[in-house]
């Protein structure tokens, strides 16, 4: 029983990545709005309602999907070490994943796909719920951890990790707009992480 339980698991997973990934593909190659469920299940091999079994709705898929695009396992593993290991060195990382991630073909429809999520209240709400105030709670946790407990906050926790996310963001963002172009295109990638991170957490005067 307990193998076939485990069998089970083991090939619903699957077959959710299998929909995830053709969803990704599908909604890459031609945005939320214009992608249909029908051309998702043709990409995955499977029947259209096959897709309903693993899904309520193309909204759903659409943040499943992306979700999964944006938060890899190795970001994840990032995020935990932060109030284990050396901050300055786990930022570094995380930039340099976040280097990676724009750098991929993926990555370049990510903007587009972000201002449709803006234009769909639906999607909007469902990205909010599902993706965005999670992640913000977990990172506030996380900031919550590091701090000592005698002290109080330097700065409230939703407004820290908002701050370091938006600037985390904003600077990806332009990284993305001006690859191939930029003056960061002339320094090493190592040291775009570095001055990056030390600017997170001394400011732009060094003041810490």
């Known amino acids: 029983m307990a193998d076939r339980a485990s069998r ?10 299998q929909i995830m990934k053709a969803g990704t593909e599908v909604f890459i ?8 469920v029908p051309e998702i299940a043709r990409a995955a ?21 992306i ?3 944006i938060i890899t396992a190795p970001f994840l593993d990032l995020i935990y070490r932060i109030p284990k290991e050396n901050i300055a060195v786990v930022f570094g990382q ?25 234009r769909d209240p639906e999607l909007k709400a469902l990205w909010i719920r599902e993706f965005f105030k999670p992640l913000m709670t977990q990172m506030e946790g996380i900031y919550r951890a590091m701090q000592p407990p005698d002290k109080p906050f330097r700065v409230e926790p939703a407004v820290a990790v908002r701050a370091v996310a938006g600037l985390i963001i904003g600077f990806l963002m332009l990284r993305l707009m001006e690859s191939g172009s930029g003056p960061l295109d002339d320094l090493p990638r190592e040291k775009v992480a570095a001055d990056t991170v ?5 400011g732009l005067l060094g003041a810490g």
Do not use: C, W
């Open 94 to 118: 995380i930039i340099q994943n976040r280097f990676d991630l724009i750098q991929s073909e993926e990555m370049s429809r990510i903007p587009a796909l972000m201002g449709e999520v803006l």
């Open 45 to 65: 091999g499977i029947a259209a309602g096959t897709i309903y079994l693993y899904f309520p709705s193309k909204r759903a898929l659409f943040i499943a999907a």
């Open 8 to 17: 089970k698991k083991r090939i619903t997973a699957q077959r959710r990545a």
């Open 198 to 202: 030390d600017f997170i957490l001394h």
């Open 29 to 36: 190659r031609k945005g939320f709005t214009a992608a249909t």
């Open 67 to 69: 979700k999964d695009l």
